[in-house]
Protein backbone atom coordinates (compact mmCIF):
# COMPACT_ATOMS: atom_id res chain seq x y z
CA UNK A 1 0.00 0.00 0.00
CA UNK A 2 2.15 2.96 -1.20
CA UNK A 3 -0.34 6.31 -1.25
CA UNK A 4 -4.17 6.59 -1.27
CA UNK A 5 -6.61 4.69 0.78
CA UNK A 6 -6.00 1.51 2.48
CA UNK A 7 -7.74 -1.36 0.88
CA UNK A 8 -6.40 -3.65 3.71
CA UNK A 9 -5.33 -4.10 7.23
CA UNK A 10 -3.73 -5.85 10.05
CA UNK A 11 -5.76 -7.43 12.49
CA UNK A 12 -3.49 -8.44 15.38
CA UNK A 13 -3.51 -10.95 18.42
CA UNK A 14 -2.77 -13.40 20.33
CA UNK A 15 -5.60 -15.98 19.35
CA UNK A 16 -4.75 -18.66 22.30
CA UNK A 17 -7.53 -20.05 20.63
CA UNK A 18 -9.03 -18.05 18.04
CA UNK A 19 -13.01 -17.74 19.30
CA UNK A 20 -15.80 -16.96 16.81
CA UNK A 21 -15.40 -13.47 18.40
CA UNK A 22 -12.16 -13.05 16.68
CA UNK A 23 -14.09 -14.89 13.76
CA UNK A 24 -16.55 -11.79 13.91
CA UNK A 25 -14.56 -9.07 13.96
CA UNK A 26 -12.32 -10.91 10.53
CA UNK A 27 -15.46 -10.73 8.85
CA UNK A 28 -16.53 -7.44 10.10
CA UNK A 29 -13.23 -6.32 8.74
CA UNK A 30 -14.02 -8.19 5.32
CA UNK A 31 -17.01 -5.44 4.93
CA UNK A 32 -14.51 -2.53 4.52
CA UNK A 33 -11.85 -4.05 3.84
CA UNK A 34 -10.73 -6.57 0.27
CA UNK A 35 -7.71 -8.06 2.25
CA UNK A 36 -7.46 -8.76 5.78
CA UNK A 37 -3.38 -9.85 7.39
CA UNK A 38 -4.19 -11.87 10.62
CA UNK A 39 -1.10 -11.88 12.33
CA UNK A 40 -0.52 -14.01 15.33
CA UNK A 41 2.01 -12.67 17.70
CA UNK A 42 4.64 -15.51 18.74
CA UNK A 43 5.82 -13.74 22.13
CA UNK A 44 3.58 -16.34 24.14
CA UNK A 45 1.93 -14.48 27.27
CA UNK A 46 3.16 -16.40 30.65
CA UNK A 47 -0.53 -18.19 30.55
CA UNK A 48 -0.25 -18.75 27.39
CA UNK A 49 -1.11 -22.57 26.39
CA UNK A 50 -1.04 -23.48 22.80
CA UNK A 51 2.42 -22.84 20.98
CA UNK A 52 2.31 -20.19 18.00
CA UNK A 53 2.56 -22.81 15.15
CA UNK A 54 -0.94 -24.29 16.36
CA UNK A 55 -2.52 -21.02 17.19
CA UNK A 56 -1.39 -20.14 13.70
CA UNK A 57 -2.74 -23.39 12.17
CA UNK A 58 -5.84 -23.14 13.71
CA UNK A 59 -6.53 -19.34 12.61
CA UNK A 60 -5.96 -20.76 9.53
CA UNK A 61 -8.30 -23.55 9.40
CA UNK A 62 -11.16 -21.31 11.09
CA UNK A 63 -10.94 -18.75 8.20
CA UNK A 64 -10.34 -20.63 5.32
CA UNK A 65 -13.97 -20.21 3.77
CA UNK A 66 -12.51 -16.56 2.77
CA UNK A 67 -9.72 -18.22 0.79
CA UNK A 68 -7.33 -15.42 0.12
CA UNK A 69 -9.09 -12.64 1.49
CA UNK A 70 -7.22 -13.32 4.64
CA UNK A 71 -3.73 -13.78 5.08
CA UNK A 72 -2.36 -15.80 8.46
CA UNK A 73 1.16 -15.44 9.51
CA UNK A 74 2.87 -14.81 12.92
CA UNK A 75 5.74 -12.18 14.24
CA UNK A 76 7.29 -11.63 17.02
CA UNK A 77 8.50 -7.88 18.13
CA UNK A 78 6.58 -4.46 17.80
CA UNK A 79 3.35 -4.72 15.99
CA UNK A 80 3.83 -1.59 14.43
CA UNK A 81 7.16 -2.94 13.00
CA UNK A 82 5.55 -6.08 11.52
CA UNK A 83 2.74 -3.89 10.13
CA UNK A 84 5.51 -1.58 8.27
CA UNK A 85 6.85 -4.71 6.72
CA UNK A 86 3.82 -5.99 5.28
CA UNK A 87 3.57 -2.85 3.79
CA UNK A 88 0.06 -1.92 5.76
CA UNK A 89 -1.16 1.52 7.60
CA UNK A 90 -3.57 -0.26 9.42
CA UNK A 91 -4.20 -1.98 12.87
CA UNK A 92 -7.79 -3.22 13.04
CA UNK A 93 -8.57 -4.70 17.03
CA UNK A 94 -12.04 -5.42 18.44
CA UNK A 95 -13.80 -4.12 21.17
CA UNK A 96 -15.91 -6.27 23.56
CA UNK A 97 -17.09 -4.07 25.99
CA UNK A 98 -16.00 -0.43 27.65
CA UNK A 99 -13.74 -2.79 30.09
CA UNK A 100 -11.54 -3.25 26.74
CA UNK A 101 -11.45 0.59 26.71
CA UNK A 102 -8.35 1.48 28.45
CA UNK A 103 -5.96 -1.25 27.12
CA UNK A 104 -6.80 -0.66 23.90
CA UNK A 105 -6.55 3.13 24.40
CA UNK A 106 -3.18 2.53 25.62
CA UNK A 107 -2.15 0.04 22.88
CA UNK A 108 -3.61 2.59 20.49
CA UNK A 109 -1.49 5.63 21.75
CA UNK A 110 1.40 3.85 21.86
CA UNK A 111 1.41 2.46 18.65
CA UNK A 112 0.39 5.95 17.39
CA UNK A 113 3.66 7.32 19.36
CA UNK A 114 5.83 4.66 17.56
CA UNK A 115 4.38 4.90 14.41
CA UNK A 116 2.38 8.12 13.92
CA UNK A 117 1.61 6.72 10.21
CA UNK A 118 -0.50 3.69 11.06
CA UNK A 119 -3.80 4.13 12.61
CA UNK A 120 -6.15 1.46 15.22
CA UNK A 121 -9.06 1.02 14.11
CA UNK A 122 -11.54 -0.47 16.21
CA UNK A 123 -15.06 -2.88 15.40
CA UNK A 124 -17.37 -3.82 17.66
CA UNK A 125 -17.67 -7.15 18.37
CA UNK A 126 -21.07 -8.73 18.51
CA UNK A 127 -23.12 -8.18 21.37
CA UNK A 128 -23.78 -12.99 21.39
CA UNK A 129 -19.41 -12.88 21.55
CA UNK A 130 -19.19 -10.16 24.00
CA UNK A 131 -18.29 -12.22 26.87
CA UNK A 132 -16.32 -14.34 25.21
CA UNK A 133 -12.44 -14.58 25.92
CA UNK A 134 -9.44 -17.18 24.91
CA UNK A 135 -9.21 -17.40 28.70
CA UNK A 136 -13.22 -18.21 29.31
CA UNK A 137 -12.94 -20.65 26.60
CA UNK A 138 -9.98 -22.85 28.38
CA UNK A 139 -11.26 -22.74 31.52
CA UNK A 140 -14.59 -23.67 30.00
CA UNK A 141 -12.94 -27.05 28.50
CA UNK A 142 -10.61 -27.60 31.02
CA UNK A 143 -13.49 -28.06 33.04
CA UNK A 144 -15.02 -30.44 30.76
CA UNK A 145 -17.55 -27.51 29.62
CA UNK A 146 -19.12 -27.41 25.98
CA UNK A 147 -17.39 -24.67 23.82
CA UNK A 148 -18.77 -25.62 20.49
CA UNK A 149 -20.98 -22.07 20.91
CA UNK A 150 -17.82 -20.24 21.53
CA UNK A 151 -15.02 -21.30 19.07
CA UNK A 152 -14.89 -23.25 15.60
CA UNK A 153 -15.31 -26.67 15.31
CA UNK A 154 -11.33 -26.82 14.59
CA UNK A 155 -10.74 -25.34 17.33
CA UNK A 156 -13.12 -27.44 19.46
CA UNK A 157 -11.86 -30.75 18.77
CA UNK A 158 -8.32 -29.21 19.25
CA UNK A 159 -8.96 -27.90 22.65
CA UNK A 160 -10.69 -30.78 23.78
CA UNK A 161 -8.09 -33.07 22.61
CA UNK A 162 -5.92 -31.26 24.63
CA UNK A 163 -7.47 -31.42 28.19
CA UNK A 164 -8.65 -35.23 27.41
CA UNK A 165 -4.95 -36.16 27.08
CA UNK A 166 -4.35 -33.83 30.41
CA UNK A 167 -7.21 -35.35 32.33
CA UNK A 168 -5.88 -38.94 31.62
CA UNK A 169 -2.35 -38.71 32.74
N1 LIG B 1 -13.43 -11.80 20.60
C1 LIG B 1 -12.99 -12.65 21.51
N2 LIG B 1 -11.98 -12.40 22.36
C2 LIG B 1 -11.40 -11.21 22.22
C3 LIG B 1 -11.81 -10.27 21.29
C4 LIG B 1 -12.88 -10.60 20.44
N3 LIG B 1 -13.34 -9.77 19.53
N4 LIG B 1 -11.04 -9.19 21.42
C5 LIG B 1 -10.18 -9.46 22.40
N5 LIG B 1 -10.41 -10.68 22.89
C6 LIG B 1 -9.73 -11.32 24.01
C7 LIG B 1 -8.81 -12.41 23.64
O1 LIG B 1 -9.50 -13.63 23.58
C8 LIG B 1 -7.81 -12.37 24.76
O2 LIG B 1 -8.36 -13.06 25.85
P1 LIG B 1 -7.50 -13.72 27.02
O3 LIG B 1 -6.77 -12.59 27.68
O4 LIG B 1 -8.54 -14.32 27.85
O5 LIG B 1 -6.58 -14.72 26.39
C9 LIG B 1 -7.74 -10.89 25.11
O6 LIG B 1 -8.94 -10.34 24.65
C10 LIG B 1 -6.65 -10.12 24.45
O7 LIG B 1 -6.23 -10.81 23.32
P2 LIG B 1 -5.77 -10.32 21.93
O8 LIG B 1 -6.85 -9.64 21.16
O9 LIG B 1 -5.18 -11.49 21.30
O10 LIG B 1 -4.75 -9.18 22.20
P3 LIG B 1 -3.52 -9.10 23.14
O11 LIG B 1 -3.86 -8.20 24.22
O12 LIG B 1 -3.02 -10.45 23.48
O13 LIG B 1 -2.53 -8.32 22.17
C11 LIG B 1 -1.09 -7.99 20.33
C12 LIG B 1 -1.94 -8.98 21.12
C13 LIG B 1 -0.33 -8.81 19.34
C14 LIG B 1 -1.96 -6.98 19.60
C15 LIG B 1 -0.14 -7.20 21.29
O14 LIG B 1 0.34 -8.07 22.26
C16 LIG B 1 1.03 -6.61 20.55
O15 LIG B 1 0.88 -5.62 19.86
N6 LIG B 1 2.19 -7.25 20.68
C17 LIG B 1 3.41 -6.81 20.04
C18 LIG B 1 4.25 -5.93 20.98
C19 LIG B 1 3.96 -4.48 20.77
O16 LIG B 1 3.97 -3.95 19.67
N7 LIG B 1 3.68 -3.75 21.86
C20 LIG B 1 3.47 -2.33 21.79
C21 LIG B 1 2.05 -1.98 21.75
S1 LIG B 1 1.52 -1.61 23.36
Not at 78 to 96: F, K, M, S, T, W
Not at 132 to 158: F, K, M, Q, T
Request: aromatic share 10%; hydrophobic share 40%.
Amino acid sequence: MSSGRAKSAVYAGTFDPITYGHCDIVERALKIFDLVYVAVTADQKPTGFFQVTQRVELVKKALEAHGDRVIVSSFSGLLVDYVRRLDQRVIVRGLRAVSDYDYEAQMAMTNRRLADDIETMFLMTSWQYSFVSSSIVREVARNGGDVSSLVPPCVEECVRGRFVIIDRK
